[in-house]
């Protein structure tokens, strides 16, 4: 059974930091490209970074491009987005997903994505 499930979301001040983890079991983790989205109240989800099943290609929205930083770690099967300088416009709940290397199709679209983590609230104050 696939799993993925992401933490370290919180309450945080403007300015401020954190680093949201996603874990995935029951896949090859090393094959899967994985991407962080977000959602705000009332908005649509979106696409906020990607990374390659190597590592090597990493991808960012415009809006968190600078202060996000996306990796993985395929020895434990772990995802991770560091955002620094949050705003208040960066609340969201955030979801993880896994892509297998195999799919064809724009990284930032969530329709290509095969598994998804419940999400992690993130708010961060002004």
């Known amino acids: 059974q696939v799993q993925v499930v992401e933490s370290g979301g919180g309450l945080v001040q403007a300015g401020g930091s954190l680093r949201l983890s996603c874990a995935a079991s029951?896949?090859?983790?090393?094959?899967?490209?994985v991407g962080w989205f977000r959602q705000a109240p009332g908005k649509e989800r979106e696409f906020v970074a990607g990374?390659?099943?190597?590592?090597?290609?990493?991808y960012y929205a415009d809006s968190v491009k600078g202060r996000f930083t996306i990796s993985r770690d395929n020895v434990k099967n772990t995802a991770y987005l560091q955002m620094d300088s949050l705003k208040p416009e960066d609340t969201a709940v955030y979801y993880c997903a896994a892509r297998r290397r195999s799919v064809v199709g724009d990284t930032t679209s969530e329709g290509t994505y095969n598994y998804w983590g419940p999400g992690t609230q993130v708010t961060v104050s002004s």
């Open positions: 990374i390659s099943w190597t590592g090597t290609k990493k």
């Open positions: 029951g896949l090859p983790f090393d094959s899967y490209t």
